[in-house]
């Protein structure tokens, strides 16, 4: 038998190790609750698409759409470990746990599309996205989410007193069952898979999302009235496990942050688009949506920012928000 100088054969192991590490194809696994061909599931696609381009073909991402990995907040947990790679996932599905980032579950913090994306776009948005460093996540892009309505089962919401007591399901955070305490109603956190089921057996009276959300979950067909109040911008953000993150080279690490960075005007395209679509089949097949004077919603918000922003750097923090164009 033939045998090789330990040296050698040692040199050998490594070099075909390098060989192989190097011709290696990583798919990469995402989390997401929505359906395939949300906008959000499209664009970490898209995401993949481009990672894919930049690494020669050695990362791909596959993304398990439909909540397959589970609810949200259980998959944060699971992206922390490393169990899974990426997530695109709500912000508000973090509660308080990243300060910088609870600010963006304030009711009313953002003024419009065009403000959310100034703030969100700039330096105030980086240093957000940086704050999930400290929960064991890297933060990549922020996606569009629309503006979230109250919807319910029994009748329009025109003013505050017809939220007197009603029932409704919130993401779990604390700030919004505080924002929904505020209002006059009664917050239940309840995870998204169990809304529709919820508000068919009473358990809720309803909840509160965007069009898309409250089309494609098929919330609408148990609660007919949609009430325009636009109460929260709450932004989308992709996140990469950092246990994940830290194995990567710095190229790696670079084609990963570009590739998010590039598949957000994708995604902003494809949401304005699913807006339009979701409006048009509610509508068409019964909802009934009404405009609110949001005044009255905006000024009972006010305990709200008293008791979340009291620490000095979030009151700046929410200071530089309102002051950005
Ligand atoms: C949607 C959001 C989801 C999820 C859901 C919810 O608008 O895109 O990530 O957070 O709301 O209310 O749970």
């Known amino acids: 038998m033939f045998h090789l100088p330990k040296l050698a054969a040692t040199a050998l192991v490594a070099a075909t190790l390098m060989v192989s590490t190097a011709s290696a194809q990583t798919a990469l696994r995402s989390s997401d609750t929505h359906p395939d061909g949300y906008p959000t599931v499209e664009a970490v696609k898209y995401f993949g698409e481009l990672l894919s381009e930049k690494t020669g073909g050695r990362y791909t991402v596959e993304v398990f759409h439909s909540a397959q990995l589970g609810e949200e907040k259980d998959t944060i947990e699971q992206t922390q470990f ?81 939220l007197d007591g009603m029932k409704l399901r919130v993401m779990g955070s604390d700030v919004f069952v505080d924002m929904v305490k505020a209002l006059g109603g009664n917050a239940t956190p309840m995870p998204y898979g169990e809304v529709y089921s919820g508000i068919q057996t009473g358990v809720i009276d309803g909840a509160e999302n965007n069009y898309p959300s409250y089309d494609t979950a098929g919330h609408f067909e148990v609660a007919k009235f949609y009430s325009l109040d636009e109460h929260l911008m709450v932004p989308e953000v992709l996140v990469m496990s950092k246990i994940v993150w830290d194995r990567l080279s710095a190229e790696d690490q670079a084609a990963v942050q ?3 960075k590039e598949s957000v005007a994708r995604q902003r395209e494809l949401w304005v688009a699913q807006e339009l679509v979701s409006k048009a089949k509610v509508e068409a097949a019964g909802a009934v949506i009404n405009e609110v004077d949001k005044a009255p919603f905006i000024e009972a918000m006010a305990p709200v920012y008293e008791k979340y922003v009291t620490d000095p750097a979030l009151q700046d923090l929410v200071a530089r928000i309102q002051a950005t164009k």
């Open 82 to 162: 490393g169990v899974i790679d990426l997530n695109r996932i709500s912000i508000g599905a973090f509660g308080t746990q990243v300060p910088a980032a609870t600010v963006t579950q304030l009711p009313y913090i953002f003024r419009s599309v065009d403000h959310f994306h100034a703030v969100l776009d700039g330096p105030i948005g980086d240093e957000i996205l940086a704050a999930f460093d400290a929960v064991d996540l890297k933060a990549l892009a922020y996606y569009d989410g629309g503006a979230r309505s109250f919807y319910n089962s029994g009748k329009p919401i025109n003013s505050l007193a017809d």
């Open 258 to 260: 570009a590739a998010a």
